[in-house]
């Protein structure tokens, strides 16, 4: 982390007026917050703020409301939810610049909070625009970006500001960014990657970033039966992209080149219908797999055996389920491999990172994500973060 600016590099800021970019996109439900999470995440930051005297303005987008006011998109909608999780009043203001923010800073004290309009109600947000990026800066002394999970985005209130501003990591950045940074940018050797979920051509960035990062790559999901095809296994009904054959062993292909082993099952959980506990359920090795019957998880010697391979490993990237894990019992496989790498972190041999959407639920479902080394909730970000891509919002922080 000592390419980046944190809260720690901040000396004296009473009085000074913070910019907190954070992530406000909570799920709603008849106008009620449903889940406080990235809340929960912004806070060390904020309070951290507040306990050192700043003036904090919260910025934050919420929804998609291209570029015009929409009073169903005002992030005054979650003003409520901020409060309860920080536990202190908190002022709304309607605008992102000019003399309705200045006026308002006026009336803050030192150590109060202050929460701006959804930004995406300008266009010069997600266009960047430097002017509309000024005008934001001019009421402020510094920037913190606390928001990971918006970091892929060129917008003004991820990388325009940190160009105007003295920029800095808040905590949950921090905390992000050292994880990634052990699981893939320097990670402990041998690494272990498991890629799965529907489709390959949704993550085959990913796929072709790992196999020149990662010494074993574990593919399960719908994605395994691709590969699968593509080694000339006949996946009967199974979910198959027929027409990445090619890109498939053009993948399995530059693992080799790399050094990388490519684990697919060997033995599969299929069934003629897809339903909970169907009466067809089988196991069956890969090549027994019938023209009629779907393969929909992976199977027990196959989990078993990439348990094994986890043993060996010192750092393991997750992200996709191993099979159709929200319909039992179709999830055995993802909670097996997931309490395995849960038991091997908590015994301290492996340092364990995963995110995406599926990703967490997968793991909270399997009751193992609190013992992970780290979870990361953001979903583009952390995709695009395994991809290689370089995130906007995070080189901008750069020292």
């Known amino acids: 982390m000592s390419s980046f600016r944190t809260l720690d590099d901040l000396g004296d800021v009473t009085g000074k007026v913070a910019l907190v970019r954070v992530d406000l996109n909570l799920p709603m439900d008849g106008g009620s917050v449903t889940d406080t999470t ?95 990026a000024a005008g934001i800066a001019a009421n402020a002394d510094f920037f913190v970006n606390d928001a990971f999970s918006a970091a892929h985005r060129a917008h003004a209130t991820t990388e325009g500001l940190a160009r105007i501003l003295p920029a800095f990591a808040g905590r949950a950045m921090e905390k992000e960014l050292t994880a990634l940074e052990a699981a ?14 529907a489709k ?30 593509a080694r000339g296994v006949d996946v009967g009904k199974s979910l198959c992209e027929h027409d990445l054959t090619d890109t498939a062993n053009a993948i399995m292909d530059a693992a080799d080149h790399a050094g990388c082993t490519v684990h697919l099952p060997y033995d599969v959980v299929v069934s003629k219908e897809f339903s909970a506990n169907p009466t067809s359920l089988r196991v069956c090795n890969v090549h027994e797999v019938a023209e009629d019957e779907m393969i929909l998880d992976v199977g027990p010697q196959a989990v078993e055996a990439l348990g094994d391979v986890l043993k060996t490993c010192k750092t393991l990237v997750w992200n996709g389920p191993m099979g ?65 891509k370089e995130l906007p919002g995070v080189t901008a922080l750069k020292k």
């Open 324 to 388: 159709a894990f929200e319909t039992e019992p179709f999830d055995d496989a993802t909670v097996a491999l997931a309490k395995t790498a849960a038991a091997l972190t908590i015994g301290e041999s492996l340092v364990s990172v995963a995110g995406g959407g599926d990703t967490v639920a997968a793991l909270n479902h399997a009751g193992v994500a609190q013992d992970f080394s780290y979870i990361s909730t953001a979903g583009g970000a952390f995709l695009e973060w395994m991809e290689g």
């Open 38 to 132: 990235r809340v929960e995440a912004a806070k060390p930051t904020i309070m951290e703020l507040v306990d050192a005297g700043a003036k904090v303005l919260l910025l934050a987008h919420f929804g998609r409301p291209k570029g015009a006011r929409n009073s169903t998109m005002s992030v005054s909608m979650t003003l409520d939810a901020v409060e309860d999780v920080l536990g202190k009043e908190v002022m709304f203001i309607p605008e992102v610049q000019g003399p309705v923010v200045a006026q308002s800073i006026g009336i803050l004290r030192n150590g109060d909070i202050g929460l701006l309009e959804n930004t995406r109600f300008w266009p010069g947000e997600e266009a960047n625009d430097a002017e509309f």
């Open 200 to 229: 390959v051509s949704s993550k085959l960035a990913v796929l072709e970033n790992l196999v020149g990062k990662v010494q074993h790559l574990i593919i399960g999901g719908g994605m395994a039966n691709t590969f699968l095809a």
């Open 184 to 197: 893939l940018e320097k990670p402990e050797q041998p690494v272990a990657a498991v890629v799965g979920g």
